[in-house]
């Protein structure tokens, strides 16, 4: 996955950020996100709420660092991520995304 299908499928405003830190040169946002599935059987039509967390690693050049769940303000892009924090430099990513 590029950072680009990344940026317009998922959502800054519907991501819940549970966890969010560098080690090793990898940023790791652990999110959950609520999903409604719509399900089709013999005319029946049953629905489900459901909530899953998800963990994206991408490659970064910084140190070590934890962050709160409140400091991430926005994600946008410009050609590369760009992850804006309260009171962090801007970091951006090159166009390799590890899934996990």
């Known amino acids: 996955m590029d950072l680009k299908f990344f940026y317009d499928n998922y959502k800054f405003e519907e991501l819940n950020v549970k966890k969010l830190y560098i080690e090793n040169n990898e940023l790791h946002l652990l999110f959950s996100m609520d999903v409604k599935l719509e399900l089709i059987a013999n005319g029946y039509r049953p629905e489900m709420d459901v909530e899953y967390d998800n963990e994206f690693i991408f ?14 303000v926005n994600i946008e892009y410009n050609g590369g991520l760009i992850f804006k924090f309260k009171n962090e430099d801007i970091i951006i990513f090159n166009n390799n995304v590890i899934v996990k």
């Open 59 to 72: 490659e970064v050049n910084h140190d070590n660092k934890k962050f709160k769940n409140n400091e991430l």
